[in-house]
């Protein structure tokens, strides 16, 4: 255990610009499965996203038995984040306290992206999948002030390339697609369709802006042509 402390320790940092193999998503897009070269080690490790906490096993090439980590995250920028990272042995038998784990190292810094898999990720990578969940929209209203809004994602339907949902409160329906590099979301009321166009910035927050256009006769769909001005808008995650 304390070669593979000193091995984390000393490697990690350089060592993730090369590693090799991969990485997936969980179905629920709650956390990302890592299973990548570190150095001389291999890391089969799982990185949740509400917390960024991260917590697996480090193989050992020799073949010796693997050893465990537990990291929480104590910080994070759109391209790095920094991480106290906790090791032990099998517990033999139990009880197994907390005392087993032996702090390994504060403060190390790693790339996000070595944690999500190539051109994915947190900082205006989102996707549509990313969007499952509930939001706080904040809309500039006109004349001052903000307009706020709370929508959940609850779905994804087309082959995943469509969230839909509904605003809490009213129940109307939502709906979510990729257009171009952005996303397009539509609010389906009564007579017209609230419209957003909007990106990612970061995992957690959507910037974009807020238009209106009609609803199509005899259809529950929302026409393209916007009506009146545009307003700015940002929205984050609430659950």
Request: charged share 25%; proline share 4%; aromatic share 10%.
């Amino acid at each position: 255990m304390r070669a593979l402390f000193a091995v984390l320790a000393l490697v990690v940092a350089p060592a993730v610009a090369g590693a090799q193999s991969g990485v997936q998503w969980t179905r629920d897009r709650a956390a990302t499965l890592v299973s990548k070269d570190v150095g001389s080690e291999r890391w089969a490790i799982t990185y949740r996203l509400d917390d960024g906490h991260v917590t697996g096993n480090v193989f050992r090439t020799d073949g010796g038995p693997a050893s465990f980590i537990d990291c929480d995250r104590t910080s994070v920028t759109d391209t790095d984040a920094t991480f106290d990272c906790y090791g032990a042995d099998a517990c033999e038998a139990a009880p197994c306290p907390e005392s087993q784990y032996t702090l390994i190292r504060s403060g190390i810094s790693l790339p996000i992206a070595f944690f999500f898999p190539p051109g994915d990720g947190p900082g205006g990578t989102g996707t549509v999948a990313d969007l499952l969940g509930t939001w706080r929209f904040t809309v500039d209203a006109v004349g001052g002030g903000t307009d706020t809004f709370t929508y959940r994602f609850d779905r994804l339907e087309n082959d995943d390339r469509r969230a839909v949902g509904e605003e809490v409160g009213s129940g109307d329906d939502i709906t979510a697609r990729a257009s171009g590099n952005d996303i397009e979301m539509f609010e389906q009321e009564n007579v017209d369709c609230r419209k957003y166009v909007f990106h990612f910035d970061g995992l957690d927050r959507l910037e974009g802006k807020q238009s209106f256009t009609a609803r199509v006769p005899f259809s529950d769909d929302c026409d393209t042509f916007e009506i009146g001005d545009d307003h700015a808008f940002v929205a984050e995650r609430i659950s």
